[in-house]
């Protein structure tokens, strides 16, 4: 009987295939990944608006009008008080971390505002600072809807606000609320 030297082991092209394996399955866990980092940080500053909202009709009832001053308000996340590095001249905050009123460019997070229209209101938040997602959030006073809007150049961006607005795809996103106020019968 004659035996064979088989010798074990893995070929050079095996083994590129399993790492080339590997590589496409992080990249997509990657981005899985950032993806939801990313709605937890837009979804913490839909809880923002909504309390943004709630103080103004607070607001509302005891002035008689709404303000453009989150100073003005009687609910502000606690960082944000006059004088520190979360509040711009009193009408914008930056919901960021560390602040950045003072700095070139502010870390990652949004700039808050409140929007007059007309008669219309709305609450806005930018997303600022270096991040994977560039989009605008916003919420008219009058509805319970936050619009996901995301630059028109961004098919990434775009993907994101049709999943965090519960959209098939990103042309389904509506088209932002405040053009027509803004530009009233096309003019």
């Not at 002035?63 to 996340?77: C, H, K, V």
């Not at 007059?116 to 989009?135: C, K, M, P, Q, T």
């Not at 959209?167 to 405040?178: G, K, W």
Request: proline share 5%; charged share 25%.
């Amino acid at each position: 009987m004659m035996r064979q030297n088989a010798k074990k082991g893995f070929t050079l092209i095996e083994i590129l295939v399993v790492v080339i394996i590997i590589g496409i399955l992080s990249a997509f866990a990657i981005l899985s990944f950032s993806r939801a980092i990313e709605r937890t940080s837009a979804g913490e500053a839909e809880n923002l608006i909504g309390l943004g909202i709630y103080a103004q009709e607070r607001q509302m009832m005891r002035q008689g009008r709404y303000t453009l001053s989150w100073a003005r308000l009687d609910t502000m996340p606690r960082q944000v008080q006059p004088g520190s590095d979360y509040l711009s001249d009193n009408s914008q905050i930056y919901y960021t971390k560390g602040g950045a009123k003072g700095t070139s460019e502010p870390q990652g997070g949004y700039k808050m505002f409140f929007q007059n229209l007309g008669d219309e209101w709305f609450v806005v938040a930018e997303r600022i600072g270096s991040f994977n997602y560039g989009y605008t959030l916003l919420r008219n006073f009058r509805e319970d809807k936050v619009y996901c809007l995301p630059p028109q150049d961004s098919r990434e961006d775009g993907l994101f606000c049709a999943d965090f607005m519960g959209l098939d795809s990103p042309e389904e996103i509506p088209a932002d609320p405040r053009l027509a106020l803004q530009n009233p019968e096309g003019e």
